[in-house]
């Protein structure tokens, strides 16, 4: 259902402004208002009859299947995926997750996940799918080579990648990795929650079908939980099939929330982007700082290959500490007094979370340093919000210091 076939190719910034403002959901005022309903009141059992038979988008029919509210962002969000036919939305990233791999997945289906998938993720193929008779294996995205062999061996109904990875932030080779799996008939999914449809176009890059946590950058302020799947027109209406299937709907109130928050997303990232990239090089020249793994620093591991496939960023990387004390990411987390320590990343407030990589992985170590091992070295991650860089840096300089040497 896109309605951005007939705009001319404006660029992202713009299409945030205007994306899913249909005047039919809208009304005659800015944003699309919270419209809140189960049940539609007919006016006769003939129009009833008539309506039953159709459940298209955009036509009010019951309020498991949404109503305006949610399909302004929706609309929105496959306005500014370039390549979506339509976009479903979830309670949350992870119902995303599930529900996209629930509409692909089969008993007796094998799945490929990538070794650097969110926990959450991989979790699912190791719980949920399990149970259910769909078989898994873990693969390293950086390997091409290992990726075919282990296609050809595993005939895999579908492919699930993430890139950046998650915590360690390597980035993958996606196109090169989605023609293999398509040469193979099978489906690539991606987790693009850290990019979003800003910073890379998934579909445009050989994925069949992208999910995000709309809880990180889309809501943008900490304050909800929702995720979505968009895709091309046949795997859009697989994926709108199982939700309706599983019941799931985002309330009108998160809805609109959502795409409040939307309007702003371009310049909040770009913002916690160039704050990031600051932090991460004065990281890289301080003495207590073994590795900064973020994607868009020059010479970070994955760099190369986001600069070639990836048009933006945000504010969420990774470093290793030098210490070979285990508790000092943690110490470090706790004397630091502008960061938040908790999960979740993508608010305008800037979070700590120290990490420890080697426990969510499978097949692969995490990064190597000069080919010492940096698997056990304490790691740390920040999401950058928008607080001003250097006030940042005075705040990492001083709990830093209070690390014993080195
Ligand atoms: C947070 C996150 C999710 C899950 O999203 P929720 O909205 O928290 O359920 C999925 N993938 C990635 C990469 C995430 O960071």
Not at 74 to 92: F, H, K, M, N, R
Not at 120 to 146: E, N, Q, V, Y
Not at 275 to 299: M, T, Y
Request: proline share 6%; charged share 20%; glycine share 10%.
């Amino acid at each position: 259902m896109s309605a951005s076939d007939e705009n001319k190719p404006l660029k992202p910034a713009t299409k945030l402004a205007h994306a899913g403002r249909r005047p039919e959901w809208t009304g005659r005022v800015v944003n699309p208002p919270v419209w809140r309903g189960s049940t539609h009141l007919y006016e006769s059992e003939a129009q009833r009859k008539a309506a039953t038979s159709g459940t298209e988008d955009g036509e009010f029919f019951y309020g498991r299947l949404g109503g305006p509210t949610q399909w302004a962002l929706a609309q929105a969000l496959t306005d500014i995926e370039p390549g979506a036919y339509g976009t479903v939305l979830y309670p949350s990233g992870v119902a995303a997750i599930a529900g996209c791999l629930l509409a692909v997945l089969r008993p007796g289906d094998h799945l490929l996940m990538s070794d650097k998938a969110y926990d959450p993720s991989r979790a699912m193929a190791t719980g949920l799918l399990k149970r259910m008779g769909i078989t898994h294996s873990f693969f390293d995205p950086l390997d091409l080579a290992g990726f075919e062999a282990l296609v050809t061996q595993k005939s895999p109904r579908a492919v699930w990648f993430e890139s950046p990875g998650s915590l360690t932030m390597e980035v993958c080779d996606v196109p090169a990795l989605a023609s293999i799996a398509r040469a193979a008939k099978a489906v690539s999914l991606i987790d693009n929650t850290w990019a979003s449809a800003l910073g890379f176009a998934a579909l445009d890059h050989g994925c069949d079908i992208t999910m995000q946590s709309l809880t990180k950058h889309v809501g943008g302020h900490s304050d909800l939980m929702m995720g979505s799947a968009s895709a091309g027109e046949r795997w859009y209406k697989a994926l709108r099939r199982t939700s309706h299937e599983l019941g799931q709907v985002v309330s009108p109130d998160d809805a609109a929330l959502a795409a409040r928050g939307l309007r702003t997303m371009k310049v909040r990232l770009d913002q916690e982007m160039a704050s990031a990239l600051k932090i991460a090089q004065w990281l890289e020249n301080h003495p207590k700082v073994d590795q900064v793994l973020c994607p868009f620093l020059r010479g970070a591991p994955g760099y190369d290959l986001w600069s070639r496939d990836f048009t933006g960023g945000c504010g969420l990387f990774s470093f290793f500490l030098k210490s070979e004390d285990p508790e000092a990411s943690g110490k470090l987390a706790d004397t630091l007094n502008l960061f938040g320590l908790g999960y979740s990343w993508g608010g305008y407030e800037s979070l700590v979370l120290p990490i420890y990589p080697v426990t969510h992985r499978s097949v692969m170590d995490a990064p190597k340093r000069g080919g010492a091992l940096g698997g056990n070295r304490p790691a740390v991650r920040l999401s950058i919000g928008l607080e001003d860089p250097d006030d940042l840096i005075v705040d990492l300089d001083q709990a830093l210091g209070q690390l014993d040497s080195p």
